[in-house]
């Protein structure tokens, strides 16, 4: 960098103490990870994936969509809804509530589908970002999918468990 500069420079030690989410403080090592793994205890502290994409919207599929969202199909807003409306069921995820929480300080209450709230979100507005976090009718995360000039979702990854894309 130094060089790029022309101002010369040196470097003795460099820690990295946040990479996206995640921070140093928040940070296992190997032998905390192998002394959770001995008492079974390993699969409390994995984030769930949905975890890493807390700033987009969340939308979930009506129930007769779910089909189409399992296979990867483009997805219409008369298939969609706000997450966390009246009559659905969302399944609350303990693990996504809590690392909510703790990731770059952002709160399960805003934006997380164990806490959400739907405040004032509706499928246009969330339709209308680049990108969505997409759920199944039944509250399971399926995939990130983005909005495009023909005014559809596209998948752009996804996230199945297997059982889901049997459908």
């Not at 994995?46 to 296979?71: G, I, Q, W």
């Not at 659905?88 to 709230?117: F, H, I, M, N, Y």
């Not at 979100?121 to 209308?128: E, H, I, K, L, W």
Request: charged share 25%.
């Amino acid at each position: 960098i130094g060089e790029k500069l022309g101002c010369g420079g040196c470097m003795e030690a460099l820690t990295r103490t946040k990479a996206g989410v995640f921070t140093a403080k928040d940070s296992l090592t190997l032998g905390q990870i192998e002394d959770l793994a001995d008492q079974g205890l390993f699969e409390q502290h994995v984030l769930p994936v949905d975890a890493m994409f807390l700033e987009k919207p969340a939308l979930c599929t009506r129930p007769e969509a779910d089909r189409l969202l399992y296979n990867g199909n483009v997805l219409g807003g008369s298939q969609v809804r706000a997450y966390g409306l009246a009559g659905q069921s969302v399944k609350a995820d303990r693990r996504t509530e809590r690392s909510a929480k703790g990731l770059a300080g952002q709160r399960a209450e805003a934006d997380s589908p164990a806490g959400e709230s739907a405040k004032g979100q509706t499928v246009r507005d969330a339709a209308a970002c680049a990108q969505v976090r997409l759920y199944d009718s039944k509250g399971q995360f399926c995939g990130i999918y983005e909005r495009r000039e023909d005014k559809m979702l596209h998948p752009v990854k996804m996230f199945l468990s297997g059982q889901e894309g049997t459908a």
